[in-house]
């Protein structure tokens, strides 16, 4: 099964696997991996091969020159002889070696395998951040959320707020997927369902379904002729043009209005091939008598808190902690609305409570296997779980 996640927009950095961070010659004789495990990209000295075992095999492309290969455990020189008891058995790990051209390399883990049993780590979501948007590949369905690609975002109201993106500045529509399966919407303002974006990707995607709040009616049905609008506990599934199918189920997020309004939405996403389960909600506001029902391997979730005079707009750093206890999570991936270039009157009185370091403190203390994954703007973050074949 492969699910994959990409947040904001696509990388520029070729689209093979990304490593888990680790130093092969120190972790070829660690255990193996766990059921779920994490990749990023990382930097190493040039390489040097210290194993028995390996092959290689060179490659270039217009940007970097590579080598793909294999390297089995083996006892080295600063190893200490291991006893019958204390003896592990060989993983072979392969991967790929990139050296661009300013001299830097990288290493990309591409699987894992032990001799006997086979363990394969797969890759099942993949992360790359660009403000509240995200990209995220499932069972091999690309699904778009929240895109904020084109133009500033203003709310129609420059005057008071006026933001641009501070990171890849330079994408363009273009840049997306040729193939687009679904664009999921949480909410009906601006900083969620842009229009300046959603009115050329309805040209470029006419027939593209859409799930979305049925708050964004009004902006949605206009754009697009396949809009499926889903009210909190309903739930539709989507299928890509490989079969890859996934299930998701809205659930209620903030009012952003009058109190009789309907909540806004979240999701929880589900593969339905490995049944890898990811919760999404932009504003860290839940149901906790309809999430108690649900369980998520992997929350996006704000965790540093924003707020105006007298109001909490996103929350964040112990509701976090909770949604996290809520939902069994293993990984929380930290989402920061807003995350762009602002100035307005509004974006002067807004103001930030509680930082990373500090959930993560939170976190520790109530949930400390949780891990918790900060991507980077641009840079794919994996997460992968780790299977036995026959």
């Not at 680790?22 to 190493?44: A, D, T, Y």
Request: aromatic share 8%.
């Amino acid at each position: 099964m492969s699910l994959r996640v990409v947040a904001g927009c696509c990388s520029n950095f070729p689209s093979s696997p990304l490593l888990l961070p680790l130093n092969p010659s120190k972790h070829l004789s660690q255990p193996p991996p766990p059921s779920l495990g994490f990749r990023s990209k990382f930097n190493v000295p040039s390489a040097t091969n210290h194993h028995s075992s390996s092959k290689r095999r060179r490659f270039s492309t217009n940007l970097i020159s590579a080598a793909a290969f294999s390297t089995s455990q083996s006892q080295t020189q600063n190893q200490p002889q291991r006893t019958e008891e204390e003896e592990e058995e060989p993983i072979t790990l392969t991967y790929l070696e990139v050296r661009r051209r300013d001299g830097q390399t990288h290493r990309l883990l591409l699987n894992a395998r032990l001799s006997s049993s086979s363990l394969i780590c797969c890759i099942l979501i993949k992360f790359t951040k660009q403000g509240n948007s995200w990209l995220w590949t499932v069972d091999g369905l690309n699904i778009l959320v929240d895109p904020i690609l084109v133009g500033n975002l203003d709310f129609g109201i420059p005057w008071l707020y006026n933001a641009s993106k501070k990171f890849l500045k330079n994408f363009r529509l273009d840049d997306l997927p040729e193939q687009l399966d679904c664009l999921l919407i949480t909410q009906s303002l601006d900083d969620h369902c842009h229009v300046n974006t959603l009115k050329p990707l309805s040209q470029r995607f006419p027939h593209l379904p859409v799930i979305a709040t049925p708050n964004a009616t009004p902006i949605l049905t206009p754009l697009f002729t396949n809009v499926t609008y889903l009210e909190p506990s309903q739930s539709s599934e989507v299928e890509g043009e490989n079969g890859g199918k996934v299930n998701i189920v809205a659930t209620a997020g903030p009012v952003l209005g009058p109190p009789w309004q309907r909540p806004e939405n979240g999701y929880i996403i589900t593969s339905r091939q490995s049944q890898l389960a990811l919760y999404y909600e932009p504003h860290c506001v839940y149901n906790q008598s309809f999430l108690q029902k649900y369980q998520a391997d992997i929350i996006i979730t704000p965790v540093i808190k924003q707020l105006l005079p007298g109001f909490t707009l996103v929350s964040g750093q112990e509701d976090a902690v909770h949604l996290a206890k809520l939902l069994q999570a293993k990984y929380i991936v930290p989402m920061k609305n807003g995350d762009l270039d602002s100035k307005g009157m509004l974006s002067s009185i807004i103001s930030a409570e509680g930082t990373v370091e500090s959930f993560k403190e939170l976190l520790r203390r109530e949930l400390p296997d949780a891990r918790v994954l900060e991507p980077k703007p641009g840079v794919p973050l994996e997460i992968f779980r780790s299977s036995s074949a026959p």
